[in-house]
């Protein structure tokens, strides 16, 4: 036989749409398992109040078919980018034994658009609710578990810097939120325009903020692979720095999200003042506060109020000597506590 007609031999075919038919149903086993895989995070983008909003996922996806037990929710601080928290958010989920889905919402606009998204859908609606500010970031939030998460739900919300301030404005303006734990880590919930952090960027980004973008937008001119590096070489005094990191930090450098990340910060500075006691006296039981021993934008005299004023709170200092950012190198460490201290509340 010429060679041409060898390919033809029906034993060949037969032979070719077996081995391509099991090649399929291998790769569609291989996609199902990578699916299925609980450690593995998703991330969806759509709009919220106008604003683009990124989630990332640890579990089910889908709380209206699953009705898990509770919802571990993640309010970030700023920049309020979920990828920062992939390390802590994993921990949390794979030492709850993959029990509870564990999401983090990010901030409005602080996140990179995928392609066939704008930053914002609606720029009216955007602007008349102020949307990237600290006000708008709260009912953005409150909107966000409207839409996406069924009202019965239990949650544990988990806030870091204003993500605290975030989640105490939540709770006082949506009381009916199902709440089973609140757990503030280094939280920015006063006086932040006087910490020693404070005092140093409000000029910044109060009066010179259109100034700080210029550096941030010449940066996101550079191609990727060199914003990359550069981040690396910023962090690499951190001696356990977690390089999961180093993508969302890239991401932030584009302009629009470190421009709306300034212009939240800016307004912390201005409105976040007297600390909320009535809503913390209300919710303290459900409230945990954990305060750095060395965080320059929450000084150790603001731990030592907060106990002196709720004596019967659960008010606790870091012995670990972990960082305000502590999503730079102590995600796991910090989760595993987390889930030492709320696993009680979880099992009732």
């Given at each position: 036989k010429?060679?041409?007609?060898?390919?033809q031999s029906p034993y060949v075919s037969w032979f070719l749409v077996l081995f391509h038919v099991t090649k399929r149903l291998f790769y569609a086993d291989m996609g199902s398992l990578a699916a299925d895989n609980p450690d593995k995070p998703r991330t969806e983008f759509f709009y919220c109040n106008g604003a683009?909003?990124?989630?990332?996922?640890?579990?089910?996806?889908?709380?209206?078919q699953s009705r898990p037990d509770a919802l571990v929710l993640v309010i970030p601080g700023n920049?309020?980018?979920?990828?920062?928290?992939?390390?802590?958010?994993?921990?949390?989920?794979?030492?709850f034994n993959y029990r509870f889905p564990v999401w983090a919402v990010?901030?409005?606009?602080?996140?990179?658009?995928?392609?066939?998204?704008?930053?914002?859908?609606?720029?009216?609606?955007?602007?008349?609710?102020?949307?990237?500010?600290?006000?708008?970031?709260?009912?953005?939030?409150?909107?966000?578990?409207?839409?996406?998460?069924?009202?019965?739900?239990?949650?544990?919300?988990?806030?870091?810097?204003?993500?605290?301030?975030?989640?105490?404005?939540?709770?006082?303006?949506?009381?009916?939120?199902?709440?089973?734990?609140?757990?503030?880590?280094?939280?920015?919930?006063?006086?932040?325009?006087?910490?020693?952090?404070?005092?140093?960027?409000?000029?910044?980004?109060?009066?010179?903020?259109?100034?700080?973008?210029?550096?941030?937008?010449?940066?996101?001119?550079?191609p990727e692979r060199l914003q990359s590096s550069l981040v690396r070489l910023v962090l690499g005094g951190i001696r356990s720095l977690d390089?999961?990191?180093?993508?969302?930090?890239?991401?932030?450098l584009s302009g629009d999200c470190a421009a709306n990340a300034m212009y939240m910060g800016g307004q912390e500075m201005k409105k976040v003042l007297d600390r909320d006691n009535a809503t913390?006296?209300?919710?303290?039981?459900?409230?945990?506060?954990?305060?750095?021993?060395?965080?320059?934008?929450?000084?150790?005299?603001?731990?030592?109020?907060?106990?002196?004023?709720?004596?019967?709170?659960?008010?606790?200092?870091?012995?670990?000597g972990f960082r305000h950012a502590f999503v730079l190198d102590a995600g796991a460490e910090v989760a595993n506590m987390v889930v030492e201290w709320i696993s009680g509340d979880l099992r009732t």
């Open positions: 010429k060679p041409t007609e060898a390919i683009v909003t990124e989630v990332l996922k640890f579990g089910s996806c889908k709380l209206q920049p309020g980018v979920v990828g920062f928290y992939t390390t802590f958010m994993q921990t949390l989920h794979r030492t990010s901030h409005a606009g602080h996140c990179v658009p995928p392609d066939h998204m704008d930053m914002v859908e609606d720029a009216s609606l955007a602007a008349e609710l102020d949307v990237f500010g600290i006000n708008g970031q709260i009912e953005h939030k409150l909107a966000f578990l409207r839409k996406h998460v069924p009202r019965e739900t239990r949650l544990v919300l988990i806030g870091h810097s204003i993500g605290c301030y975030i989640i105490l404005e939540m709770m006082k303006r949506d009381p009916e939120l199902k709440v089973l734990k609140a757990v503030m880590l280094f939280p920015t919930i006063e006086r932040m325009a006087q910490t020693p952090q404070g005092r140093a960027v409000t000029p910044v980004i109060c009066q010179m903020r259109y100034v700080a973008y210029l550096p941030v937008f010449l940066i996101s001119l550079l390089h999961t990191i180093i993508q969302p930090t890239v991401g932030l913390i006296k209300k919710h303290l039981n459900k409230l945990i506060f954990y305060y750095g021993a060395t965080d320059h934008w929450c000084p150790v005299e603001y731990f030592h109020d907060m106990k002196r004023d709720f004596p019967d709170g659960d008010i606790r200092l870091c012995e670990s």
